[in-house]
């Protein structure tokens, strides 16, 4: 209860949103996604305010200090916030709320409290009731269960896709002495999540295993600690480690020998009053049913919502249901590769190009329809105030799951206002994930990438793929240099200003070295071979590729070499030449400075941000509110 309130203290300023309240609250501009649309921001002073509130029921808690209402003080703004924004939501938030919730309902605040202090001996508990104690490792075993059935059943968890890339992290270094990167993101990260996720819940409840998920829990929480930016989230699920703890067990040995006489002198006292009156609460007692109604209420909710995607179909893209409160941690890894926002004036059919971060500060929205068609009424309105009207908006938005080809989320030809969207409806302008191409990822893209980096040590590969009809405008900056096109399968036509269209397709040559164009994206058959051909590409201009490959899609990968970025290693290269030692542990020290520095300023802000709310409550001080760099004046 202690290290949980004082989790949820620190929690306040930093996930649930405090230090940042001011660019948030007080920019009438600033795009909330609240899932019930009727629920709307509060102006800054009244939200830092809320936020007080809140941090002042997380510190009863911590104190144990009217217990039961600092849980409520702490649980009806949590709820607010929550349900405020959606593009703020993910699994720990939620198991924070979750925690509010069944402590308000337990006696964890008539135990090792200052509530305790002020009670009269006749009415102070011996302990906790079980029950509570059942409730909360009941959470924390479905938490850990549903998230390794989640992984179980996902393809490209169980092949490694999900976390790719993991190995880089220098937690991993002394690893790499006696193995690859491919077996550590495999055994270790993929499997080894998979395996401790759907054995420790039951490892806990265990005597004779109960010490091994002790160790492993320390480990594996104190990886992610330092991998993820996760927040209170590990610690506070090695705070919840105690509650599988029995009396005699560190860490509850050190309180057991003070609290040892007063409970025997206690629960002596209430067996002599109860064999004199009789049970003070009856066992078929109201307040005893609506507990068991509650308790059985919320154990079959908490087994059924992390599959209800099937019902809220609306919400589902490339994945199911909203990422918040379905124990899905960490199976899906995005990469954003482009993001355009087309603002067209129906009536004169001009367009306009508005920068996708103007109004918000991350883009969940992008991986969400029901956010993006929210995100698109918000543009509305604030563009309505600066007088520009009667407009439709269009988002094109590239994304990769798990290591796939980049390829479209939204279909860019429909308008985003007017799109049809029900909670309960499958979303008809959310375009398929392109499987069909996901064995690229085994067979071509890693033994392409290796090729690449070859090159030097600033070059890279992109790929991508796109749907028969459809084109990418894009940019190239005049810093990448040695551009190509590559077609992988399909057929694409490359429209560069200044240049004749080229057309790009694989060229299929058989064993009797008779060529055809190949458009399916099929496999070959015996004896045949692939042969993909490049095109390439200017930089510090536009270019357009369409794809001409119908009925089918095609993919295609771009190659560069990004030339500032390879001068600037140079340079730094030959600077610290000879210093690596020195180098890595001036980068440690530097990580730990800004780290110590960043959570400083935020929890000084958030003191800054409650105190001006006050003043400005009761002395009409002004509130002074800083305003994101993104958004126009």
């Known amino acids: 209860m202690h290290v949980l309130g004082f989790l949820m203290a620190l929690d306040v300023f930093q996930e649930r949103g405090l230090s940042d309240a001011d660019i948030r609250f007080g920019d009438p501009n600033y795009c909330f996604f609240p899932l019930f649309e009727w629920i709307q921001p509060l102006p800054t002073q009244q939200a830092c305010i809320l936020y007080s509130i809140m941090w002042a029921g997380s510190i009863g808690i911590m104190l144990g200090l009217k217990f039961r209402l600092s849980c409520l003080l702490y649980l009806c703004p949590y709820v607010y916030?929550?349900?405020?924004?959606?593009?703020?939501?993910?699994?720990?938030?939620?198991?924070?709320?979750?925690?509010?919730?069944?402590?308000?309902?337990?006696?964890?605040?008539?135990?090792?409290?200052?509530?305790t202090l002020n009670l009269p001996a006749k009415n102070k508990l011996s302990g906790v009731p079980k029950w509570n104690y059942l409730i909360l490792k009941f959470q924390i075993s479905l938490l850990y269960f549903f998230a390794g059935v989640k992984k179980l059943f996902d393809s490209d968890w169980v092949n490694g896709y999900s976390m790719k890339n993991l190995s880089k992290h220098s937690l991993f270094s002394p690893l790499k002495m006696v193995t690859d990167a491919e077996t550590i993101e495999f055994y270790m990260v993929h499997m080894g999540g998979?395996?401790?996720d759907l054995t420790v819940g039951f490892m806990l409840n265990f005597d004779f295993s109960k010490k091994a998920a002790y160790l492993l829990s320390l480990m594996f929480h104190g990886l992610n600690s330092q991998i993820f930016h996760i927040g209170m989230f590990p610690y506070v699920c090695l705070a919840s480690l105690v509650l599988f703890c029995k009396p005699h067990e560190f860490p509850c040995s050190l309180f057991k020998s003070k609290l040892d006489q007063k409970s025997r002198n206690n629960s002596s006292d209430k067996l002599q009053r109860t064999q004199q009156h009789g049970s003070s609460i009856p066992r078929n007692s109201c307040s005893s049913?609506?507990?068991?109604?509650?308790?059985?209420?919320?154990?079959?909710?908490?087994?059924?919502?992390?599959?209800?995607?099937?019902?809220?179909?609306?919400?589902?893209?490339?994945?199911k249901g909203l990422y918040g409160y379905s124990w899905d941690m960490m199976i899906n890894s995005w990469e954003t590769l482009h993001q355009k926002i087309t603002v067209r004036n129906y009536e004169t059919g001009d367009e306009r190009y508005l920068d996708p971060d103007v109004w918000v500060t991350n883009d969940r929205w992008s991986s969400h329809p029901d956010m993006a068609r929210q995100y698109a009424g918000c543009i509305s309105r604030n563009l309505a105030r600066f007088n520009i009207t009667n407009i439709e908006i269009y988002m094109d938005v590239w994304k990769s799951l798990n290591g796939r080809f980049q390829q479209r989320m939204y279909d860019p030809r429909v308008n985003i206002l007017t799109a049809p969207w029900s909670p309960f409806e499958e979303v008809t302008w959310v375009l398929p994930l392109l499987r069909q191409f996901s064995h690229y990822r085994q067979d071509h893209f890693q033994r392409i990438a290796k090729e690449v980096s070859n090159w030097t040590e600033s070059s890279d590969v992109i790929f991508v793929a796109d749907f028969p009809g459809l084109y990418l405008e894009n940019y190239l900056p005049k810093e990448l240099g040695n551009v190509s096109i590559t077609i992988l399968s399909g057929q694409i036509m490359i429209?560069?200003?200044?240049?004749?269209?080229?057309?790009?397709?694989?060229?299929?040559?058989?064993?009797?070295?008779?060529?055809?164009?190949?458009?399916?994206?099929?496999?070959?058959?015996?004896?045949?071979?692939?042969?993909?051909?490049?095109?390439?590409?200017?930089?510090?201009?536009?270019?357009?590729?369409?794809?001409?490959?119908?009925?089918?899609?095609?993919?295609?990968?771009?190659?560069?070499?990004?030339?500032?970025?390879?001068?600037?290693?140079r340079t730094k290269g030959s600077e610290y030449e000879g210093d690596g030692e020195n180098s890595i542990i001036s980068q440690i020290w530097n990580e730990i400075k800004g780290f110590t520095l960043e959570k400083y300023q935020e929890f000084a802000t958030s003191i800054y941000l409650v105190a001006n709310a006050h003043l400005n409550l009761f002395f009409d001080v002004p509130m002074v509110i800083r305003k994101s760099i993104n958004s126009p004046d």
């Open 81 to 115: 916030f929550f349900l405020l924004d959606k593009s703020r939501w993910n699994n720990h938030s939620y198991l924070f709320g979750l925690f509010a919730m069944l402590l308000t309902w337990s006696g964890a605040g008539h135990h090792m409290s200052i509530d």
């Open 495 to 569: 429209e560069q200003d200044g240049d004749p269209n080229i057309t790009l397709s694989t060229i299929r040559m058989s064993a009797g070295n008779e060529a055809t164009t190949g458009d399916d994206g099929s496999n070959t058959s015996n004896g045949d071979v692939l042969i993909s051909t490049k095109h390439g590409i200017r930089s510090a201009e536009f270019h357009k590729v369409h794809v001409v490959s119908f009925p089918n899609p095609s993919c295609y990968m771009y190659t560069y070499t990004n030339d500032t970025a390879e001068k600037l290693k």
């Open 194 to 196: 998979l395996v401790y």
């Open 289 to 319: 049913r609506v507990t068991t109604g509650f308790l059985l209420f919320y154990i079959l909710l908490q087994i059924v919502l992390p599959f209800s995607h099937s019902i809220t179909q609306g919400y589902n893209t490339w994945t």
